[in-house]
């Protein structure tokens, strides 16, 4: 994402879900907008910052950067001013026989599939300003109609695929 000793880039988290990877970047000193469309899990979101916000201290700096924003990112983007942009869709089914996780099955019931990812990191690409990078699955096919990545950073069960811009 961009991170590094003294450099903490605006991030925008454009599918944030649960906000784990934004919290996580929170953490490390980025500033963070997430994005989130399902009223829902948005709605799931704006309890669990007031919560970890009224518990002060470190967990209160934290949230503070943080900024979470409800809508469609497709339309927010062009709007926005990031340094890099992070997307995690929903990733697509598994073909084996093996579940995934029971908080991210119920996940994917809030949230619904994101027939649209391709046309998002397409969209990210024309608006960051140094990079993309798309958390996807290791062994997963790449998104049809998206570009090549730059590079992968390729972990046991995920990569992220980074797109450099500009």
Known sequence: ?????????MIVDATAGL????FLLASLGAQVTLIERSEKMHSLLVQGMKRAAREGGQLREIIGRMTLLKGDALDLI????AEAILIDPMHPERKNSALVKLEL????????????AADLVRLAIA????RVVLKWPAKAVPLEGVQKCTHQIIGKTTRYDVFMVG
């Open 1 to 9: 994402m961009g991170l590094r000793e003294g450099k903490t880039p």
């Open 19 to 22: 906000g784990r990877d934004s």
């Open 78 to 81: 062009p709007e926005l001013s």
């Open 105 to 116: 099955r119920q996940v994917r019931e809030i949230v619904g599939a994101d027939d649209d």
């Open 127 to 130: 608006h960051a300003r140094k």
